[in-house]
Nanobody, 127 residues
Framework: QVQLVESGGGLVQAGGSLRLSCAAS????????VGWFRQAPGKEREFVAA????????YYANSVKGRFTISRDNAKNTVWLQMNSLKPEDTAVYYC????????????????????WGQGTQVTVSS
């Protein structure tokens, strides 16, 4: 059974940092991808960042570029999202998503390309 478990969310003041983690079990990555998406109340779920499992290419939404960093540990089947200089508009539920098979560069940004999703972790940034 595939399981993605996110952790690390919480309440932080604007300008602060949080580190989210996503632990995957029940699947083996070969040349797939792991991504982070977020959903604020009343809004669509949007792409935040993604990383290729075999090539370590990284992809970021323009809104988080330069502030967020995605990384992974293959041996631990874990992906992290380091979030710095947080803003109130970063407040959302953050979801980890995984795709165990090949994904083209342009495909990383679309939630429909990911097969498995975690339950989400709440990030709240106060002003």
């Amino acid at each position: 059974q595939v399981q993605l478990v996110e952790s690390g969310g919480g309440l932080v003041q604007a300008g602060g940092s949080l580190r989210l983690s996503c632990a995957a079990s029940g699947l083996t990555f070969s040349n797939g991808a792991v991504g982070w998406f977020r959903q604020a109340p009343g809004k669509e779920r949007e792409f935040v960042a993604a990383i290729g499992w075999s090539n370590s290419n990284t992809y970021y939404a323009n809104s988080v570029k330069g502030r967020f960093t995605i990384s992974r540990d293959n041996a631990k089947n874990t992906v992290w999202l380091q979030m710095n200089s947080l803003k109130p508009e970063d407040t959302a539920v953050y979801y980890c998503a995984a795709r165990p098979s090949f994904l083209s560069d342009t495909g990383y940004y679309y939630r429909s390309n990911y097969n498995y999703w975690g339950q989400g972790t709440q990030v709240t940034v106060s002003s």
